[in-house]
Every structure is written in structure tokens, then in C-alpha cells.
């Protein structure tokens, strides 16, 4: 039986890659683009799911919001 659980991925871009995070499990991947780099995440959530020990978040309580802050520098 399989099970369905979502967790949240942040994506920036470093040089001419993607990077993907998920904060929950503290994972990462990368790819050439959002659609490879999403698969590429989502892949390493399953490996790391398939491990007897893995640890499944069961607080999801994460926020995502942004913030202003004031600089003196000019940007």
C-alpha cells in the first residue's frame, strides 16, 4: 500500500542551475530546469522514505511568508 504526503519545496537558482529544497526533511537536488529539478527532489524524498528509519515529519507547521527590511546601502 502506498501513501501520498506532501512536503514544501523552495527553488532559487544558483549560476545555471535549479536548487530545490525541502525544509521539512532537510533534503536538496538540483536540475537544469524547475520541471528536472522538482523530479529530482521528489526522487530524493522517495529514496529517503524508503529507509525503515527515516523520520516523517508529522508537524506540518511551516510558514512561508517574506519580509521588508531597510537598507543604507544603495542597492
Known amino acids: 500500500m502506498t501513501e501520498s504526503i ?16 525541502s525544509p521539512e526533511l532537510d533534503i536538496a537536488s538540483q536540475g537544469k530546469n524547475v520541471e528536472e529539478t ?4 521528489r526522487e530524493a524524498i522517495e529514496l529517503y522514505l524508503e529507509d525503515e528509519n527515516a523520520k ?6 511551516l510558514i512561508l511568508t517574506t519580509l521588508s527590511a531597510e537598507t543604507h546601502h544603495k542597492v
Request: aromatic share 12%; glycine share 8%; charged share 10%.
Open 6 to 21: 506532501t512536503f514544501s519545496a523552495i527553488l532559487w537558482k544558483e549560476g545555471k542551475l535549479q536548487i530545490a529544497w
Open 56 to 61: 516523517i515529519p508529522t508537524n506540518n507547521s
Open 38 to 41: 522538482l523530479g529530482n527532489l
